[in-house]
């Protein structure tokens, strides 16, 4: 069974969250039969191990990463790498693999710069 993780940094403050909930709620909606759950490099729960343990307990075999994270700054090119290899090595029998930060996507980009646009209309 496939299945997403959707990775953000994490933050003190609660509120902060609240999008990264709204884009889960989304995704399931949209894609009922594919599991997501949320996940945080720091100050925020669950973890990315978590998020993983999770999914494998519903039969995940096949768990794609997506960082939503602006840019591949230093936590992605640093941090984030040794997590995703502490998981594969806790998990050898599911598949773990990782997309580009959603800030490198030009539909992304593209989405910014139309509610942009709109904004000023």
């Known amino acids: 069974m ?5 990775f953000g940094h994490g933050a003190r403050d609660s509120r902060w969250r609240e999008p990264f909930d709204r884009l889960a709620s ?16 720091e100050m925020m729960q669950p973890s990315l191990e978590e998020a993983v343990t999770a999914l494998a307990a519903k039969g995940a ?13 230093g936590h992605l090119r640093n941090d984030f790498p040794v997590l995703l290899q502490a998981c594969q ?9 990782a997309t580009l930060a959603v800030g490198e996507d030009l539909g992304v ?12 209309s």
């Open 26 to 41: 989304l995704w399931q909606e949209q894609h009922a039969s594919t599991p997501v759950e949320l996940a945080f490099l």
């Open 89 to 97: 090595e806790k998990f050898p029998a599911v598949s773990l693999s």
């Open 2 to 6: 496939k299945a997403i993780i959707l």
């Open 61 to 73: 075999t096949q768990i794609t990463i997506v960082p939503v994270f602006f840019g591949q700054g």
């Open 109 to 120: 980009l593209q989405a910014i710069i139309d509610f942009g646009s709109q904004k000023i």
